[in-house]
């Protein structure tokens, strides 16, 4: 079963506006992480944000935030005044359990274009 | 600091070969972990490691071995390729930290399996 869903293959954002990449997650572990990866053209994978499940604010990274609600399993991440250079593809993924350190589980990815 | 280091950035092998990935990071971290992209998709996780003399298997271990004889490197050795296996490969390691945790990534390298 699909343990991180991005139901958003594809999104276009004008420059300076905010953009909200959704994210659902299932896992029965009451200790977990979520992190955001952003994968431009040029291929390297690049940590934006991290959130721990015992985290009690919402994470936030300059521009990032992520909007975490454990109630309804969902990460989503929020980009604010968006820039050219955001244009790429965006991973959530999760890492599931206390034994679980450096394996994480990824969604499919949002490709992200950002016009002018 | 370097960060994670892969080596070859290219490799184009024919069917049957044999082959090492090389992954080395100098952060002294205890997680490392492979990765396989292919296109269009996530990650998924091929081989992990939580220390050194200790590995275990991701999600799509069939065709890979790995060993971690140091802190530092963690290769990924094909057996036999096979068309399959044409895909990014990535490698990474991580900490558990008292800030949270993170994992940190290669640059990748581009395997073709002809």
């Known amino acids: 079963a699909q343990k991180i869903t991005q139901t958003q293959p594809g999104m276009f954002v004008q420059e300076k506006e905010a953009v909200t990449l959704d994210c659902t997650y299932d896992t029965s572990d009451q200790s977990y992480g979520l992190f955001w990866y952003k994968q431009p053209s040029s291929g390297e994978m690049i940590f934006l944000i991290y959130?721990?499940?015992?985290?009690?604010q919402n994470a936030t990274e300059g521009r990032y935030s992520l909007n975490f609600q454990k109630a309804r399993k969902s990460a989503n991440l929020v980009i604010s005044a968006s820039q050219l250079g955001d244009s790429a593809m965006y991973f959530c993924?999760?890492?599931?359990?206390?034994?679980?350190?450096?394996?994480?589980?990824f969604g499919a990815g949002t490709q992200v274009v950002v016009t002018p | 600091n370097a960060g994670v280091t892969q080596t070859p950035k290219f490799q184009v092998l024919k069917t049957g070969q044999s082959m090492t990935l090389q992954c080395a990071q100098d952060?002294?971290?205890?997680?490392m972990s492979w990765y396989r992209q292919d296109p269009g998709m996530g990650l998924r996780l091929i081989h992990y490691?939580?220390?050194?003399?200790?590995?275990d298997q991701g999600e799509v271990p069939n065709g890979y071995n790995v060993s971690r004889s140091t802190t530092e490197d963690f290769p990924l050795r094909l057996l036999s390729a096979a068309p399959s296996q044409t895909s990014v490969y990535f490698c990474a390691s991580s900490y558990n930290g008292r800030g949270g945790e993170t994992q940190y990534f290669g640059p990748g390298t581009r395997l073709l399996v002809l």
């Open positions: 490691s939580v220390g050194a003399g200790i590995t």
């Open positions: 993924a999760m890492r599931e359990g206390d034994d679980s350190w450096g394996k994480l589980q």
């Open positions: 952060m002294n971290h205890e997680y």
């Open positions: 959130q721990g499940s015992y985290d009690e």
